[in-house]
């Protein structure tokens, strides 16, 4: 009888034990950093779409992360799924200009930033490309993008989607479009990458805006408080500093 009880006791601690063991493993954002995502925008040169871990905002995000001691992996997805995983969770941060839709679904951690977009031109075709000059005009603007949405409003302008800023640069080459789509930082780097003279092209600036990483709402990482304290801290301190390198690099 005696031996039975020992026996008894030895199962229920050791099913304590195990259910420990269980608890501590149980699902939650600490136990979740592999499936964990932070997607960019494959928008060059914040993303390039070719090397998915070049360019402003992996580079940034893979620093932010990793000097908050956040375990999250960095990838890339086409603007609308990018978008569709801030709102579901599977996204949890990335760089965006912010607006009041996003705002419901992604919390603003910090502004790290400015965008200035516009339309690159030939200068052989219009010695000062103007507003004026766009009604009845082809111009690339890439599928996704809100930076030129100022140009919606402009009657009889012709827009033309393009997959990718390269691909702007190219038929705007060959005179396929009169205009295409390009931002800075990253006109000089695109140009000179693209193999274009810079001195042949003149630039249309058509809005500026800052640029904020996003975490979703939905995310676990946006219930974990010291995370998110860290986080901010990061982008604010050693982000900050680096954000003004990868300005300058990806000029």
């Given at each position: 009888m005696?031996?039975?009880?020992?026996r008894h006791a030895f199962l229920l601690l050791s099913a304590c034990a195990t259910?420990?063991?269980?608890?501590?493993?149980?699902?939650?954002y600490a136990n979740r950093h592999d499936a964990l995502v932070a997607y960019s925008?494959?928008?060059a040169p914040w993303t390039f779409p070719e090397q998915p871990t070049r360019g402003?905002?992996?580079?940034?995000?893979?620093?932010?992360?990793?000097a908050a001691d956040v375990d999250i992996k960095i990838g890339t997805l086409p603007y609308v799924r990018a978008i569709h995983g801030l709102r579901d969770g599977s996204n949890v941060g990335t760089l965006l200009i912010p607006d009041a839709e996003r705002d419901m679904f992604a919390l603003r951690l910090c502004?790290?930033?400015q965008i200035r977009s516009g339309l690159l031109y030939k200068k052989s075709r219009f010695t000062a490309l103007t507003p004026k000059d766009l009604p009845?005009?082809?111009?690339?603007?890439?599928?996704?993008?809100?930076a030129l949405e100022k140009l919606e409003q402009i009657p009889g302008l012709k827009r033309h989607t393009i997959e990718s800023v390269g691909q702007g640069l190219k038929m705007l080459q060959v005179d396929r479009l009169d205009?295409?789509?390009?931002?800075?930082?990253?006109?000089?780097?695109?140009?000179?990458?693209?193999g274009l003279a810079p001195d042949d092209y003149g630039w249309l600036e058509v809005d500026a805006?800052?640029?904020v990483v996003y975490i979703s709402r939905k995310s676990p990482l946006a219930q974990d408080a010291p995370a998110m304290q860290r986080l901010k801290a990061a982008c604010e301190g050693s982000g900050a500093a680096l954000m003004k390198e990868l300005m300058r690099k990806y000029r």
């Open positions: 005696a031996t039975a009880r020992l259910a420990s063991v269980a608890g501590a493993a149980a699902p939650g925008v494959p928008v402003i905002a992996p580079e940034f995000l893979g620093h932010l992360f990793d502004e790290v930033a009845g005009l082809t111009v690339g603007m890439q599928r996704g993008t809100r205009a295409t789509f390009l931002s800075s930082p990253g006109s000089e780097s695109m140009l000179r990458e693209s805006a800052p640029v």
